[in-house]
């Protein structure tokens, strides 16, 4: 049971003061989950923008534990009973597998959450990776570049975004698709 009406007022709790800037990406992120939840099932549409709201509570102090901020969001909100489903697309947004590859949590990534890959999916990652560390929109290319030159070429973010690369694209085009923004 879960009150998806809840997922604002818990990210702006956890985020708005602590992580200002994070707050802002957040806040454009679920508007932007919102917009997309349109060409999903009418049941699919509460779950992605409850997962857009919390998709970074893993950054939050008090939440923050591993490294792996995905990993960190979804195991805070399966002990505080939220719906499974929006804690699987938490744990793994915008390819956090490879992330949590690179930081040896794969095993445990895998063991307590189920990695849905769907429109929904796609549409959470969509909103997430257009959208800037300050809420502005990016279109996918410039953000990966943003990402990139953020960490620099050595960092574990960097290099888990040069594999992930591929996917996050795909999940880009794929929704920018079921949108009809983008031809082919
Ligand atoms: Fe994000």
Same mark, same amino acid.
């Given at each position: 049971?879960?009150?998806?009406?809840?997922?604002? =007022?818990?990210?702006? %709790?956890?985020?708005?003061?602590?992580?200002?800037? @994070?707050?802002?990406?957040? $806040?454009? #992120?679920?508007?932007?989950?919102?917009? #997309?939840?349109?060409? *999903?099932?009418?049941? %699919?549409?509460?779950?992605? !923008?409850?997962?857009?709201?919390?998709?970074?509570? =893993?950054?939050?102090?008090? !939440?923050?534990?591993?490294?792996?901020?995905? *990993?960190?969001?979804? +195991?805070?909100?399966?002990?505080?009973?939220? %719906?499974? @489903? !929006?804690?699987?697309?938490?744990?793994?947004?915008?390819?956090?597998?490879?992330?949590?590859?690179?930081?040896?949590?794969? &095993?445990? *990534? +895998?063991?307590?959450?189920?990695?849905?890959?769907?429109?929904?999916?796609?549409? /959470?990652?969509?909103?997430?990776?257009?959208?800037?560390? %300050?809420? $502005?929109?990016?279109?996918?290319?410039?953000?990966?570049?943003?990402?990139?030159? &953020?960490?620099?070429?050595?960092?574990?973010?960097?290099?888990?975004?040069?594999?992930? $690369?591929? $996917?996050?694209?795909?999940? !880009?085009? &794929?929704?920018? &698709? @079921? /949108?009809?923004? @983008?031809?082919?």
């Amino acid at each position: 049971m879960t009150n998806f009406e809840a997922a604002s =007022g818990l990210a702006h %709790d956890l985020l708005a003061d602590a992580l200002p800037r @994070r707050w802002l990406h957040v $806040q454009r #992120v679920a508007d932007k989950a919102s917009e #997309v939840s349109s060409v *999903l099932a009418a049941p %699919d549409r509460p779950i992605l !923008v409850a997962a857009a709201w919390l998709h970074d509570i =893993g950054y939050a102090p008090g !939440v923050e534990s591993s490294g792996l901020h995905a *990993l960190d969001g979804a +195991r805070w909100l399966r002990r505080a009973g939220w %719906d499974k @489903r !929006v804690a699987d697309l938490v744990a793994y947004h915008s390819c956090a597998a490879f992330e949590a590859e690179e930081r040896q949590l794969e &095993r445990e *990534l +895998r063991t307590e959450f189920r990695n849905e890959a769907s429109d929904v999916t796609d549409a /959470l990652w969509y909103a997430d990776m257009t959208t800037g560390p %300050d809420g $502005q929109d990016f279109e996918i290319m410039e953000r990966l570049t943003e990402i990139r030159s &953020r960490y620099g070429p050595d960092h574990v973010v960097t290099r888990f975004w040069s594999r992930a $690369q591929p $996917q996050i694209i795909a999940a !880009v085009r &794929r929704t920018e &698709r @079921r /949108l009809g923004t @983008r031809k082919g």
